[in-house]
């Protein structure tokens, strides 16, 4: 089997409505896309994403640079075809320039479409083909969470994801300008979802060590599972001063991008949880690997997931130290085999693939260009 044909795409994605985080106001995604063939008329897909502007050169690095070297190529060599990526030109996307980035959106993009090969060929999903733990994955939610949202908003959206949608754990979004509007907001929250379900909130990398010190006190009370991102990803000192210091988890991992960042995650006792996403570090590949990692040291990984559940359920349920995904209802139409939770959990596909690939018909609605 030999690579023969690689094609990018970029999707736009309109919201039906804006929402936004701490730090954030998202009204699209952007998807660009890469689709691999071979000799043997198999096709694998892989993509990232992004909330913002930009998505577009994450496809002209691949277009330009990237995808000429794999042509030709035995497709099963995954590890090696996705290394030599960080080569070509030899410029910012060095691998020694700390894998961060364009690079590595470009390079996820890549290794997501080798795995989508591997299991169309095998004729299996990819968490058999990964040797499944799990039998099902509980899902939490978080559209309802939003910022942006009222707390007559939030409230509501809580008693109907538990009562009627029986999500077990939902998610909330805080780092409002003044944190005592945030515990209100959770409070009403908590009341109205009772004690048994799970809370997580998420401050989006909003806050500095003072400010999360004061938040953490003052919430003590909520039963909160996880405080998501508090400070500046690069911040690991800071990290590790406030888990020291406070009683919630701190899980943390959507602004990583390789595996060495979350070694010093946890080498310095800065996190309680990961939450690595195969978009923002070099793909399956490294997401498996930051997985074993947290394995080794006892964490628990969480895969960070607002549109990606196929692939996320998936590698979720290949691991025995994973247990919870994320749902967003985003991008249900664009995907071939969407997954939605059932009364709080995802059952895992059947389908062939990674669960990557796009629908024909989302090609042509959200094609840029």
């Keep these: 089997m030999r690579i023969t044909d690689i094609d990018t795409m970029l999707l736009k994605v309109r919201l039906e409505n804006e929402i936004a985080d701490s730090i954030n106001r998202v009204s699209y995604i952007g998807l660009p896309l890469v689709k691999i063939s071979t000799d043997d008329g198999l096709e694998g897909w892989g993509y990232s994403w992004n909330t913002a502007g930009g998505s577009e050169f994450a496809k002209e690095l691949l277009d330009r640079y990237m995808a000429q070297s794999l042509l030709g190529k035995d497709p099963l060599r995954r590890k090696q075809l996705v290394h030599e990526l960080f080569f070509v030109e030899n410029f910012g996307w060095d691998f020694r320039l700390g894998r961060n980035g364009l690079a590595v959106m470009a390079a996820s993009m890549v290794d997501m479409a080798l795995w989508d090969l591997l299991c169309?060929?095998?004729?299996?999903?990819?968490?058999?083909?990964?040797?499944?733990?799990?039998?099902?994955?509980?899902?939490?939610?978080?559209?309802?969470?939003?910022?942006?949202?009222?707390?007559?908003?939030?409230?509501?959206?809580?008693?109907?994801?538990?009562?009627?949608?029986?999500?077990?754990?939902?998610?909330?979004?805080?780092?409002?300008?003044?944190p005592e509007v945030d515990y209100e907001r959770l409070n009403a929250v908590r009341a109205a979802i009772g004690s048994s379900t799970k809370l997580m909130v998420d401050a989006n990398t909003k806050w500095d060590l003072e400010t999360a010190l004061r938040w953490c006190r003052r919430c003590r009370d909520l039963d909160l599972y996880w405080l998501e991102e508090p400070l500046n990803p690069l911040d690991i000192r800071g990290h590790a001063i406030l888990r020291s210091k406070?009683?919630?988890?701190?899980?943390?991992?959507?602004?990583?991008?390789?595996?060495?960042?979350?070694?010093?995650?946890?080498?310095?006792?800065?996190?309680?949880?990961?939450?690595?996403?195969?978009?923002?570090?070099?793909?399956?590949?490294?997401?498996?690997?930051?997985?074993?990692?947290?394995?080794?040291?006892?964490?628990?990984?969480?895969?960070?997931?607002?549109?990606?559940?196929?692939?996320?359920?998936?590698?979720?349920?290949?691991?025995?130290?994973?247990?919870?995904?994320?749902?967003?209802?985003?991008?249900?139409?664009?995907?071939?085999?969407?997954?939605?939770?059932?009364?709080?959990?995802?059952?895992?596909?059947?389908?062939?693939?990674?669960?990557?690939?796009?629908?024909?018909?989302?090609?042509?609605?959200?094609?840029?260009?």
């Design 120 to 178: 169309k060929r095998a004729g299996l999903p990819l968490w058999r083909v990964l040797g499944g733990f799990h039998d099902r994955i509980e899902a939490y939610d978080t559209h309802g969470g939003w910022l942006s949202w009222t707390t007559e908003e939030l409230v509501s959206n809580a008693k109907k994801k538990v009562g009627v949608e029986g999500f077990r754990a939902i998610k909330v979004k805080v780092g409002s300008p003044d």
């Design 246 to 369: 406070v009683d919630i988890p701190i899980a943390v991992g959507e602004s990583l991008h390789n595996i060495y960042a979350f070694r010093d995650y946890i080498e310095q006792g800065a996190a309680d949880i990961l939450q690595a996403d195969s978009t923002k570090v070099a793909g399956i590949t490294e997401w498996l690997e930051v997985a074993n990692l947290a394995e080794a040291f006892g964490l628990n990984i969480y895969p960070h997931t607002n549109i990606q559940q196929p692939l996320h359920v998936q590698l979720a349920a290949s691991c025995k130290n994973s247990f919870v995904v994320e749902h967003v209802p985003w991008l249900l139409d664009v995907w071939k085999h969407p997954l939605v939770p059932r009364q709080g959990y995802f059952e895992l596909p059947e389908s062939p693939g990674a669960g990557t690939e796009v629908r024909a018909d989302a090609l042509e609605k959200y094609a840029v260009g």
